[in-house]
């Protein structure tokens, strides 16, 4: 998959690059990441990107030619990509977003930046996303966000099973989990990790996530549609749980 970002700073995306899985899946050819320069698709001398906004007002208005230009040179180089403005004003982004949108083959970010993009560039943005509602001085750690988030879903970038297994997957939070040592300032890892009696782990581990979605996220396991038989199974070990704490 191809992610390209379009910024005034596309440092923070090269360094962004350098590090942990997104740089291992670049090294592996399963992900493309390409940061470019706004400015270098003006066409004036000094490589002019913002200007004031007609009607008056304060800021300054990102324009819209150096990326309809980017826009020409890409669709000539690559084809049609899928576009996203990073916006405060967009759909908000989560789990769900980023699946469909390791679906693509070719995504162009949009960085915004100033008090807004000139209107007509919505011409060539397919939607606007933001990653939560506060304002950023700029929309490149959105972008960044979203080249995270969708590049686990993109086969190959990380162990298919553990995406499967980890939060909001299944509508529930992840369960605790434990490493060496067992014991720590007399704080012991709970003795049923260590039985090798894997049903049972597995449905303890689904109890003590559920006990934590419904603590700390209740609104995700109002979400949870389907309850499948590990389920069933660690809510009754939660019932029985909570009738034995209360003797
Ligand atoms: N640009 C500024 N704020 C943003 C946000 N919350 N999400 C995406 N892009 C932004």
Redesign the pocket.
């Known amino acids: 998959m191809r992610f390209s970002v379009v910024t005034i700073f596309p440092d923070m995306i090269e360094s962004f690059k350098k590090f942990g899985v997104v740089a291992q899946a670049i090294a592996n050819g399963i992900i493309e990441v390409n940061a470019y320069n706004l400015r270098d698709f003006t066409t004036d001398k000094h490589r002019v990107v913002d200007d004031y906004p007609f009607g008056g007002g304060p800021g300054m208005v990102m324009k819209a030619e150096p990326f309809f230009r980017f826009y020409d040179f890409y669709l000539e180089k690559f084809g049609k990509p899928h576009v996203v403005?990073?916006?405060?004003q967009?759909r908000i982004?989560d789990n769900e977003k980023a699946m469909e949108l390791a679906q693509k083959e070719d995504l162009v970010i949009l960085?915004?930046?100033y008090e807004g993009i000139d209107e007509r560039v919505m011409e060539i943005v397919d939607e606007e996303?933001?990653?939560?509602?506060?304002?950023?001085?700029?929309?490149e750690?959105?972008?960044m966000?979203i080249i995270d988030a969708t590049s686990r879903f993109v086969p190959g970038v990380v162990d298919e099973e553990s995406v499967k297994k980890e939060s909001f997957m299944n509508d529930l939070l992840d369960h605790p989990v434990y490493t060496r040592p067992r014991s720590i300032q007399k704080k012991e890892v709970p003795e049923i990790l260590l039985s090798g009696d894997h049903e049972k782990i597995e449905i303890w581990r689904r109890k003590e996530a559920m006990k934590k979605t419904i603590l700390k996220r209740p609104d995700l396991f109002l979400k949870k549609e389907s309850f499948d038989r590990i389920d069933k199974l660690s809510i009754i070990e939660l019932v029985r749980e909570l009738i034995k704490d209360a003797q």
């Open positions: 403005l990073t916006t405060p967009g982004f960085c915004g930046r996303i933001s990653i939560g509602d506060y304002v950023l001085t700029g929309g750690l959105a972008a966000v």
